[in-house]
C-alpha cells in the first residue's frame, strides 16, 4: 500500500476522445471523454491494477522513465499518480464487525419493525458523514 507514478499514454481520437494504455501494467486500458476525463481515468485503473496486484501479492513492475516511451503524432505521455491505500479506503467494502449499545426499548420496537440493524448503522453514519 503505497503511491506510484506511472507514465500512460494517451492516444487522441478523432471525437476529443482519448484512449488510455500504461505500458509497464499489461492489460491497463481505459478511455477519456476528454483529456482531463482521461487523465482521471487513467489515475483510477492505474491504482485499480495496482490494488489488484498488492492483494493478490503479485509483483509490481518497475515504472518505465516517460522519456523512454516513444509515441506518435497523435499521442501524449505524461505521469499519472496511483495512490493504493486511498483506492482501498474508497473501493474496500469488507464488512467491518462493530459492537454496539442501544436502549432496550429501541432494540425492541426496531425488531419489531423488522429494521436491518446494519443497514441502518450504515445510512446513519453516511447521513452523518454527508455521503451519498
Known amino acids: 500500500m503505497m ?10 481520437l478523432e471525437n476529443g476522445e ?3 494504455v500504461v505500458p509497464d501494467l499489461p492489460g491497463c486500458r481505459t478511455c ?17 491494477w495496482l490494488w489488484d496486484a498488492e492483494n493478490n501479492k503479485e509483483s509490481i513492475p518497475t515504472p518505465s522513465p516517460a522519456s523512454s516511451i516513444s509515441v506518435e503524432d ?3 505521455v505524461s ?7 486511498a483506492y482501498r479506503e474508497k473501493y474496500d467494502s469488507r464488512a467491518v464487525k462493530k459492537t454496539l449499545t442501544i436502549p ?6 426496531a425488531t419489531a419493525a423488522g429494521i436491518n440493524f446494519s ?3 450504515q445510512a446513519g ?7 451519498d
Open 18 to 20: 482519448y484512449d488510455v
Open 104 to 109: 432496550a426499548w429501541l432494540n425492541s420496537r
Open 3 to 12: 503511491k506510484y507514478v506511472y507514465p500512460p499514454i494517451f492516444t487522441a
Open 74 to 76: 497523435n499521442q501524449i
Open 79 to 85: 505521469l499519472v499518480m496511483a495512490d493504493t491505500k
Open 125 to 131: 453514519i453516511k447521513a452523518e458523514l454527508h455521503i
Open 32 to 48: 477519456g471523454a476528454n483529456l482531463p476525463d482521461a487523465i482521471s481515468m487513467a489515475e483510477d485503473a492505474t491504482s485499480m
Open 119 to 121: 443497514a441502518a448503522l
